[in-house]
C-alpha cells in the first residue's frame, strides 16, 4: 500500500539527486542521478512511445488540488472510516496508473494535497475525483486543472515502491 505522507518522497529524491556538484568526499556513494540514467541519457524513442511523450518529452495531466470541503464536522470514528476510504482510493487509482502523484501539504492550510492524474482531460479527472469518499461525503472538494510535464512522471510510483518498507 502507497503510504500518502511518502509518496512525494520519491519526487524529492529526483529533484535531490539531479545535484551534480561534485562530492567532497571521494568515498561517498555514487550519484543516485548517474545511477538511474546510467551512461547515455540520449533520446530513447521507445521509452518516450511507451510513456506518450511528444517531442519535448512531455503530455498533458490533470492537477488537483484537494480543499477543504463545506462538511467537515462528522465525529472521529467517521472522519477515520472517510480518511482509510480515500487512502484505499488513492492506492487503487496508483494502481490503475491513473494517479502517478499524491500528497498532502505539510501546513494547515485551506489546500490540503494534490493529486496528478495520469489523464489528459478534466472530465476523466472528474469522474476519477468522484470515486473518492472524502469527495462524496464533503469533506473535501477538488479544483481540476489541465497541466502539462514530463511524460516520465508515471515512474514516480514504481520508484517510491522500491523505497517503501510498508
Same mark, same amino acid.
Given at each position: 500500500?502507497?503510504?500518502?505522507?511518502?509518496?512525494?518522497?520519491?519526487?524529492?529524491?529526483?529533484?535531490?539527486?539531479? #545535484?551534480?556538484?561534485?562530492?567532497?568526499? %571521494?568515498?561517498?556513494?555514487?550519484?543516485?542521478? !548517474?545511477? /538511474?540514467?546510467?551512461?547515455?541519457? &540520449?533520446?530513447?524513442?521507445?521509452?518516450?512511445?511507451?510513456?506518450?511523450?511528444?517531442?519535448?518529452?512531455?503530455?498533458?495531466?490533470?492537477?488537483?488540488?484537494?480543499?477543504?470541503?463545506?462538511?467537515? #464536522?462528522?465525529?472521529?470514528?467517521?472522519? %477515520?472510516?472517510?480518511?482509510?476510504?480515500?487512502? !484505499?482510493? /488513492?492506492?487503487?487509482?496508483?494502481? &490503475?496508473?491513473?494517479?502517478?502523484?499524491?500528497?498532502?501539504?505539510?501546513?494547515?492550510?485551506?489546500?490540503?494535497?494534490?493529486?496528478?492524474?495520469?489523464?489528459?482531460?478534466?472530465?476523466?479527472?472528474?469522474?476519477?475525483?468522484?470515486?473518492?469518499? %472524502?469527495?462524496?461525503?464533503?469533506?473535501?472538494?477538488?479544483?481540476?486543472?489541465?497541466?502539462?510535464? &514530463?511524460?516520465?512522471?508515471?515512474?514516480?510510483?514504481?520508484?517510491?515502491?522500491?523505497?517503501?518498507?510498508?
Amino acid at each position: 500500500m502507497i503510504n500518502l505522507k511518502l509518496f512525494f518522497f520519491p519526487l524529492l529524491v529526483i529533484v535531490c539527486a539531479c #545535484n551534480t556538484q561534485p562530492s567532497q568526499n %571521494a568515498s561517498a556513494a555514487p550519484n543516485l542521478y !548517474d545511477a /538511474i540514467i546510467g551512461s547515455d541519457s &540520449s533520446y530513447n524513442a521507445t521509452m518516450a512511445a511507451k510513456l506518450g511523450a511528444d517531442e519535448r518529452g512531455m503530455k498533458p495531466y490533470v492537477m488537483a488540488f484537494l480543499k477543504r470541503g463545506p462538511n467537515r #464536522n462528522q465525529d472521529s470514528i467517521t472522519v %477515520a472510516e472517510i480518511q482509510k476510504g480515500h487512502m !484505499d482510493n /488513492i492506492n487503487r487509482m496508483a494502481e &490503475s496508473g491513473k494517479l502517478v502523484l499524491a500528497g498532502p501539504f505539510m501546513d494547515d492550510g485551506e489546500i490540503r494535497g494534490i493529486y496528478l492524474f495520469n489523464v489528459p482531460t478534466i472530465e476523466e479527472a472528474q469522474a476519477l475525483t468522484a470515486t473518492d469518499p %472524502a469527495i462524496k461525503s464533503g469533506r473535501l472538494i477538488m479544483e481540476l486543472h489541465p497541466w502539462y510535464g &514530463s511524460a516520465a512522471m508515471p515512474l514516480i510510483t514504481p520508484l517510491h515502491r522500491q523505497m517503501e518498507k510498508k
